[in-house]
């Protein structure tokens, strides 16, 4: 049985940091690459960054460039999700995702295994 499972989520006040983790199990997780999505109230789910297998490649949206960086340990089975400088914006459910792909993908539709989010909520 394929888990993903967040945490790490809260409530911070804007300017303030959250690490967001992501605890894997029921896959060869070396072999996905690891994506982070998030969801506010009324909007669509929304890519935030993504991680390859190995780490050497990551990528993320515009809005959180030079505040947010994607991290793992293959050997814990563990990605993560530094959040700093955060902004009322930011307020959303976070997820994880993991992807069996080669390439790496930003549309959700593409991952194969989701976890059940963590609410990370900042307040102005």
């Known amino acids: 049985q394929v888990q993903l499972v967040e945490s790490g989520g809260g409530l911070v006040q804007a300017g303030g940091s959250l690490r967001l983790s992501c605890a894997a199990s029921?896959?060869?997780?070396?072999?996905?690459?690891i994506g982070w999505f998030r969801q506010a109230p009324g909007k669509e789910r929304e890519f935030v960054a993504v991680i390859s297998w190995t780490g050497a490649r990551t990528y993320y949206t515009d809005s959180v460039k030079g505040r947010f960086t994607i991290s793992r340990d293959n050997a814990k089975n563990a990605a993560y999700l530094q959040m700093d400088g955060l902004k009322p914006e930011d307020t959303a459910v976070y997820y994880c995702?993991?992807?069996?792909?080669?390439?790496?993908?930003?549309?959700?539709?593409?991952?194969?295994?989701w976890g059940q989010g963590t609410q990370v909520t900042v307040s102005s």
């Open positions: 995702a993991a992807d069996a792909m080669g390439s790496l993908n930003f549309e959700a539709r593409k991952y194969d295994y």
């Open positions: 029921g896959i060869t997780f070396s072999r996905y690459h």
